[in-house]
C-alpha cells in the first residue's frame, strides 16, 4: 500500500502553520527545540515538484523541493508542543518540517497529497533513469521493501 486514500481529495493550497525541528538526537533536545519552536502561518502552495508560500519569509523563505523529503507521515506532537495534537511531518536530511493544519480531515489531506506528489515524482524520476521493464519493476520491489523496512525500523524507534 502506498498510503494513499482516495477519501481525500487532493490539495493544492491552504493555510498552515509551520515550523521546523532541527535534528537532536536526545530527547533533552526535543524538549528545549519545543521551548524555543516558532509556529508560523504561511499559505502553502503544493505543486507537482515543490511546497511553497506565497508570504515568503521564515521557513519558506524558498521552496521546498519534494525530491529532498526523505519520509513524510502524521506525527503527535502534543507531548511537546501542548496546543497542538498532530501535524504532517516531511523529514530531511538536516531536520524536519511540521505542517499543522485547522483540523485532522484537512491534516489528513495534506498528508495524501504530499505523498500522492511525492510518489508520482519519483515513479517519474524512475522511469527517467531507465527504458528497460525488467529493471523498473525490479527497482519498484526494491523501493517497496526498502520502505516496508524503514516503517519497521521507525516503528522500533
Known amino acids: 500500500s502506498s498510503g494513499i486514500n482516495a477519501e481525500y481529495g487532493l490539495v493544492s493550497s491552504g493555510e498552515l502553520q509551520v515550523s521546523h525541528v532541527s535534528p537532536h538526537k536526545r530527547v533533552i533536545g526535543k524538549v528545549f527545540g519545543s521551548i524555543n ?5 504561511h499559505t502553502v502552495v503544493l505543486t507537482d ?5 506565497q508570504e515568503k519569509y521564515g521557513i519558506f523563505s524558498m521552496p521546498i523541493f519534494l525530491d ?7 506525527v503527535t506532537v502534543s507531548t511537546w508542543e501542548p496546543n497542538i495534537n498532530s501535524a504532517v511531518q516531511l523529514r530531511f536530511t538536516d531536520g524536519i518540517v511540521l505542517l499543522q493544519a485547522n483540523g485532522t480531515y484537512e491534516r489528513d489531506q495534506w498528508y495524501h497529497s504530499l505523498l500522492w506528489k511525492f510518489n508520482v515524482l519519483n515513479r517519474k524520476k524512475l522511469l527517467k533513469m531507465t527504458s528497460c521493464p525488467e529493471i523498473i519493476a525490479k527497482e519498484l520491489k526494491v523501493r517497496k521493501l526498502l520502505k516496508k523496512l524503514s516503517s519497521s525500523i ?4
Open 37 to 41: 519552536r516558532r509556529w508560523e502561518k
Open 49 to 53: 515538484t515543490q511546497l511553497y508560500s
Open 68 to 74: 529532498l523529503i526523505q519520509h513524510i507521515d502524521v
Open 154 to 157: 521507525d516503528y522500533i524507534r
